[in-house]
C-alpha cells in the first residue's frame, strides 16, 4: 500500500499585515529552534519577537514583506524583504518546519530578489549564521558570495557621569526636518544612493528608540539609530540596540558611541550592543579598546553583481536584521 504524503504547495507571495504578526512569530520561533537543534544545540530555544519589532519590520519592508501560505492558509514561509534607497537586503525570512527541503525556501529568497532588484538596488544582501555550512551553501546555491562579518558586541556602562544626551527626538518640528536633511546628506556623502530616511522615522513613530546627533560647527559629524524597546516578546528594557551609525570619520564615530552611551543612560539602561561590520577594522578596535566585547557574529552574503559598497573614509554601519 503507498504511504500517505501531504500536498507540500504552497501559495504565495501575499504581502505581511499586522494580522498576521503573530503567525510570523509562531513560524519564526519554530523555524529557529529548529535550526539550532540541527546544530547540535538541543537546549535552545528562540523566543518569540516582540510584536512591535515585527510592526516596525513590516512596515520598514512595505510590500516586500511577503508570505507563502499551505493549502488550510496558514502561514508555511515568509520573507521580509527591505529597500534604505540603493541597498536592498532581507531578512528575517524562514521556512516552517515541516515545509523544508521541499524547494520553498529557494521561491521565498528568490523572489525577494528578483523584487529588490526590480526596485534598482545596487547592494543585495542578507546575514545568516556563519557557524552552519548548510545555511552558507544554501545562500551560495542561489548565488550569494559570504563577505565580511558583522560582530555584535556589547558593554555595561555607568548610568551617571554622561552629558545631556543629544537626540532626534528632543528637536522642534523645523528643527527634526533640518537634522533629517543632514542625515541623509551625511549618509549620501560617504556611501552614495543609501538612505536611513524611512528607518529614523519608523523608529520615532513607533517609540522603539530614537536617533543620536553629533553636530559641529559644519554641519552634522555622525549619527546613530538605535532601539530600547525589547527585542524578544515579554521581556523587559534593558538594552540599547545600535543599528545604524554613520560617522565622517573616526573621531566622530567615537563621538557618536558616547551619544548612545548618553542616552542610555539618561533612560537608565546600562548594556549598550553595537552590530559592527568587520570591513571596518578601526572602528572595530576602537570598541574593544572602549571596553566592549564580543557576543554573537552573522556572515554578510551578497548576490553575484550586487555587492556591498563601503564608504573610502568614514563609517557606515548598516545593520542587515530587526
Not at 520598514?60 to 515568509?78: K, L, N, P, S, Y
Not at 530578489?113 to 545562500?139: K, S
Not at 546613530?224 to 540599547?240: F, G, I, K, Y
Request: one cysteine or more.
Amino acid at each position: 500500500m503507498r504511504a500517505w504524503l501531504p500536498d507540500i504547495r504552497v501559495t504565495g507571495p501575499e504581502r505581511a499585515t499586522e494580522r498576521d504578526i503573530e503567525s510570523l512569530n509562531r513560524v519564526f520561533a519554530e523555524a529557529f529552534t529548529d535550526r539550532y537543534r540541527r546544530d547540535g544545540l538541543i537546549g535552545v530555544r528562540v523566543p518569540q519577537l516582540n510584536p512591535l519589532v515585527w510592526r516596525y519590520a513590516l512596515l520598514d519592508a512595505g510590500a516586500g514583506a511577503m508570505v507563502w501560505r499551505d493549502e488550510q492558509g496558514d502561514i508555511a514561509a515568509f520573507n521580509v524583504a527591505h529597500q534604505a534607497g540603493v541597498e536592498g537586503w532581507m531578512g528575517p525570512l524562514a521556512v516552517r518546519p515541516d515545509r523544508q527541503s521541499t524547494g520553498v525556501g529557494k521561491t521565498i529568497v528568490r523572489t525577494a530578489a528578483d523584487w529588490l532588484i526590480d526596485r534598482a538596488v545596487t547592494t543585495l544582501g542578507l546575514e545568516t549564521m556563519p557557524r552552519t555550512p548548510e545555511n552558507i551553501g544554501f545562500y551560495a546555491r542561489l548565488g550569494f558570495i559570504p563577505g565580511y562579518l558583522t560582530v555584535t558586541l556589547t558593554n555595561e556602562i555607568a548610568t551617571r557621569g554622561h552629558p545631556a544626551p543629544v537626540v532626534l527626538s528632543r528637536r522642534s518640528a523645523d528643527e527634526k526636518e533640518a537634522a533629517m536633511e543632514a542625515a541623509r546628506r551625511l549618509v549620501s556623502d560617504l556611501v552614495s544612493g543609501i538612505d536611513f530616511s524611512r528607518e529614523i522615522l519608523l523608529t520615532a513613530e513607533l517609540g522603539l528608540g530614537d536617533t543620536s546627533l553629533v553636530e559641529s560647527d559644519t554641519g552634522l559629524d555622525a549619527l546613530a539609530l538605535w532601539h530600547s524597546a525589547p527585542l524578544a516578546d515579554s521581556r523587559t528594557r534593558d538594552e540599547v540596540r545600535v543599528l545604524k551609525l554613520v560617522a565622517r570619520d573616526d573621531a566622530a564615530f567615537g563621538a557618536a558611541i558616547a551619544a548612545v552611551e548618553a542616552a542610555a543612560a539618561k533612560a537608565g539602561i546600562r548594556r549598550i550592543a553595537v552590530r559592527c561590520q568587520s570591513r571596518y577594522d578601526e572602528a572595530f578596535r576602537r570598541l574593544i579598546a572602549r571596553g566592549y566585547r564580543v557576543r554573537w557574529t552573522d556572515l554578510r552574503m551578497t548576490y553575484e553583481g550586487y555587492p556591498e559598497r563601503h564608504a573610502a573614509r568614514g563609517v557606515v554601519f548598516s545593520n542587515w536584521e530587526i
